[in-house]
Structure formats: structure tokens, C-alpha cells
């Protein structure tokens, strides 16, 4: 399964490999985009999070399953959120073999789930203080029930920051050899048909994201790259 995210950063990627010539210079045109994690230079989201007053109640779970590290079964991807305020609480990516047996972990903060919920689609014209007295403003008009609803959408969207990327498109690794974390497991995804990689948005930054795989040589999960 291939996300609109995950296509987005792979279409640029493209773009930038047959475009730039001297990827230093370049290579920070890269952006894994991100709709449901835009940010705003008027915006100071460093102290908001102390303004969201959202709890999570029980232990949340959910999952997902792609063939990753076996051609054969299925991996299961599962999310796993904590209770206690949203603002605090951790959350943490799992993968599991078909028999249960976990080769990969991310931890992040909960907050994942809701940013952008302080940001209305509309704002009104004028100057900065104007501006800040209506995101105040609205903050503090959100709703319990607005809170769960955004919740709720992060969480059944969350699998959406997960894709597996084409075969066809491993070769375009080569240009970034400066940035590849093992150059022996990219020699080993170009020439093992069975390896799959995948690109995992980066759920504690405000953009990127990082492409990993199933070494067989290695026997474990190993990270290819990590990209703004």
C-alpha cells in the first residue's frame, strides 16, 4: 500500500535526482510534505501544547499489516498510544513478525495527533497582534468533543504515513551516497529482488521522514536513509 505521502516524497525525489546535478548544493530542496503537519512562521507552537487540555483515556491500539521482511507473511505494523494528557503521553510504532516477534520500534510523543487542530482554516487580515489575539481565541473555544473528533481522524489516518517504496525506484539511492547510514545494506536492496523498502514519516519532526528495510544479511531491520 502506497500513501499520498509517500508518493509525494517519492515524486520529488525523482524530480530532484534528474533536475540537480550537484545534490550538495541542492539536496535541501527535499520536503516529505505533509498536509496534517504544516506549520506557520506566525505561529509559536513551542508553548501551545500546554493549552491542550485533551486526555486519553484507556490505552489506544491499532494496526496494520504489509509484507516487509518476508515475502511470505505478512508483517503486523502496530501503533500503540498511552493513556494520561495528549500533551505528555508517548506513542510508539511496533513492527511484529507474523509470529509475534518485534524487529523494529519508533517512540514519539502522543502531541502527534494533535497538531494542527489550533490552526482554523481561516484567519483574519490585519497585523500580527490581531492575528494572535484570534489563534488565542480559538484555541480556547475548542471543544472536548473537537478534540476527540481530530483525535480520532489521526489516529484512523496514521497508516497513511507509512509506504512502501517501488522497486523500480532503489537505484535513485545512489545519488545520495553521502547521506546512505549503511551503503552495504543499499548494495543489498539493489541486488536482492526480495528486499522491500519503506519510508516512515518522522512523527516527532515537522517534516521528513526516514526509509528503512529487512537486511537478510543482517537478519534486522536497518535504516537506509533519513530525509527532511
Given at each position: 500500500?502506497?500513501?499520498?505521502?509517500?508518493?509525494?516524497?517519492?515524486?520529488?525525489?525523482?524530480?530532484?535526482?534528474?533536475?540537480?546535478?550537484?545534490?550538495?548544493?541542492?539536496?535541501?530542496?527535499?520536503?516529505?510534505?505533509?498536509?496534517?503537519?504544516?506549520?506557520?512562521?506566525?505561529?509559536?507552537?513551542?508553548?501551545?501544547?500546554?493549552?491542550?487540555?485533551?486526555?486519553?483515556?484507556?490505552?489506544?491500539?491499532?494496526?496494520?499489516?504489509?509484507?516487509?521482511?518476508?515475502?511470505?507473511?505478512?508483517?503486523?505494523?502496530?501503533?500503540?498510544?498511552?493513556?494520561?494528557?495528549?500533551?505528555?503521553?508517548?506513542?510508539?510504532?511496533?513492527?511484529?513478525?507474523?509470529?509475534?516477534?518485534?524487529?523494529?520500534?519508533?517512540?514519539?510523543?502522543?502531541?502527534?495527533?494533535?497538531?494542527?487542530?489550533?490552526?482554523?482554516?481561516?484567519?483574519?487580515?490585519?497585523?500580527?497582534?490581531?492575528?494572535?489575539?484570534?489563534?488565542?481565541?480559538?484555541?480556547?473555544?475548542?471543544?472536548?468533543?473537537?478534540?476527540?473528533?481530530?483525535?480520532?481522524?489521526?489516529?484512523?489516518?496514521?497508516?497513511?504515513?507509512?509506504?512502501?517504496?517501488?522497486?523500480?525506484?532503489?537505484d535513485d539511492f545512489k545519488e545520495w551516497e553521502e547521506d546512505i547510514s549503511d551503503k552495504d545494506f543499499l548494495n543489498e536492496a539493489l541486488s536482492d529482488s526480495i528486499i522491500k523498502l519503506m519510508d516512515i514519516t518522522c512523527f516527532d519532526c515537522d517534516e521528513?521522514?526516514?526509509?528503512?528495510?529487512?537486511?537478510?544479511?543482517?537478519?534486522?531491520?536497518?535504516?537506509?536513509?533519513?530525509?527532511?
Amino acid at each position: 500500500m502506497t500513501s499520498y505521502k509517500g508518493s509525494i516524497f517519492l515524486v520529488v525525489l525523482i524530480t530532484f535526482l534528474s533536475c540537480n546535478s550537484n545534490k550538495k548544493e541542492n539536496k535541501n530542496n527535499i520536503h516529505h510534505s505533509s498536509t496534517l503537519q504544516k506549520t506557520s512562521s506566525e505561529v509559536v507552537d513551542d508553548n501551545s501544547r500546554e493549552n491542550f487540555k485533551f486526555s486519553i483515556a484507556d490505552t489506544i491500539k491499532t494496526s496494520n499489516s504489509y509484507f516487509f521482511s518476508n515475502p511470505n507473511s505478512k508483517d503486523i505494523f502496530q501503533l500503540i498510544i498511552e493513556p494520561g494528557l495528549a500533551k505528555d503521553s508517548k506513542a510508539k510504532l511496533l513492527i511484529m513478525t507474523a509470529d509475534k516477534k518485534i524487529i523494529y520500534t519508533q517512540s514519539f510523543g502522543a502531541f502527534y495527533f494533535l497538531k494542527g487542530i489550533d490552526e482554523p482554516e481561516t484567519v483574519p487580515t490585519g497585523n500580527q497582534k490581531d492575528y494572535e489575539k484570534y489563534i488565542e481565541k480559538y484555541r480556547k473555544s475548542l471543544t472536548q468533543k473537537q478534540y476527540q473528533a481530530y483525535f480520532k481522524k489521526r489516529i484512523d489516518s496514521f497508516f497513511e504515513e507509512i509506504s512502501l517504496i517501488e522497486k523500480n525506484k532503489y537505484d535513485d539511492f545512489k545519488e545520495w551516497e553521502e547521506d546512505i547510514s549503511d551503503k552495504d545494506f543499499l548494495n543489498e536492496a539493489l541486488s536482492d529482488s526480495i528486499i522491500k523498502l519503506m519510508d516512515i514519516t518522522c512523527f516527532d519532526c515537522d517534516e521528513g521522514g526516514t526509509v528503512i528495510g529487512y537486511s537478510r544479511k543482517q537478519n534486522k531491520v536497518v535504516t537506509l536513509l533519513e530525509h527532511d
